[in-house]
């Protein structure tokens, strides 16, 4: 199965400072890759899909970029609500898999 | 607006069965395809199974092919999944997850709260 590596673990950032997160995967997944944001206690939100999509009511400030192996989700400017855990997935190959998650933090 | 609300988690003994829910409301539930997904406690995230919109096609993880089965009532939009010989690695919030497109492409738009198994004697 596809092997989708996350870093960094922890990113410690101020507020509208500038998050940027790299998911490796261990063969390419072209496209086929998602984002997401989870909080304390809720479910995962999508965030991005097939790498540069943003979904639904997603503000601009995010955006995803990449292909093959190499994927990045960018905050431009990190407001209060988005400090969580965010999870990157790939539907390219089965099973659909995910990334060990990065923990945005308040620096 | 789309709600997902799972029930029927608990404290199960290990070989012990447990069947939850999913109630779906705010969109055409018999259009979609439905995931099960689960997070042990602090970790990441794995996908369990899948079900195709008309019930047709099921889909399941290694990890739980053999023990679990998923279904689905679109009569009363609802989801579920048994689960049994139940296992200590089964311990994990499980939620019940939202294809993206009404043919399945295996991410997920809409999410759950979740419903917490705890397998252990």
């Known amino acids: 199965e596809i092997v989708l590596t996350q870093s960094p673990a922890t990113l410690s950032l101020s507020p509208g400072g500038r998050a940027t997160l790299s998911c490796r995967a261990s063969?390419?997944?072209?496209?086929?890759l998602a984002w997401y944001q989870q909080k304390p206690g809720q479910g995962p939100r999508l965030l991005i899909y097939?790498?540069?999509n943003r979904a639904t009511g997603i503000p601009a400030r995010f955006s995803g970029s990449g292909s093959g192996t190499d994927f990045t989700l960018t905050i431009s400017s990190l407001e209060p609500e988005d400090f969580a855990v965010y999870f990157c997935?790939?539907?390219?190959?089965?099973?659909?898999?995910f990334g060990g998650g990065t923990k945005v933090e308040i620096k | 607006e789309v709600q997902l609300v799972e029930s029927g988690g608990g404290l199960i003994q290990p070989g012990g069965s447990l069947r939850l829910s999913c109630a779906a409301s705010?969109?055409?539930?018999?259009?979609?395809?439905m995931a099960w997904v689960r997070q042990a406690p602090g970790k990441g995230l794995e996908w369990v199974s899948t079900?195709?919109?008309?019930?047709?096609?099921?889909y399941y993880a290694a990890s739980v092919k053999g023990r679990f089965t998923v279904s689905r009532d679109n009569s009363r939009n609802t989801l579920s999944l048994q689960m049994n010989s139940l296992r200590a690695e089964d311990t994990a919030i499980y939620y019940c997850?939202?294809?993206?497109?009404?043919?399945?492409?295996?991410?997920?738009?809409?999410w759950g709260q979740g419903t917490l198994v705890t397998v252990s004697s």
């Open positions: 079900l195709s919109s008309g019930g047709g096609s099921s």
């Open positions: 997850a939202k294809d993206l497109s009404v043919t399945a492409r295996w991410d997920f738009d809409n």
């Open positions: 705010g969109f055409i539930f018999s259009n979609y395809a």
């Open positions: 997935q790939q539907r390219s190959h089965w099973p659909p898999t």
């Open positions: 063969q390419s997944v072209s496209s086929s």
């Open positions: 097939d790498a540069s």
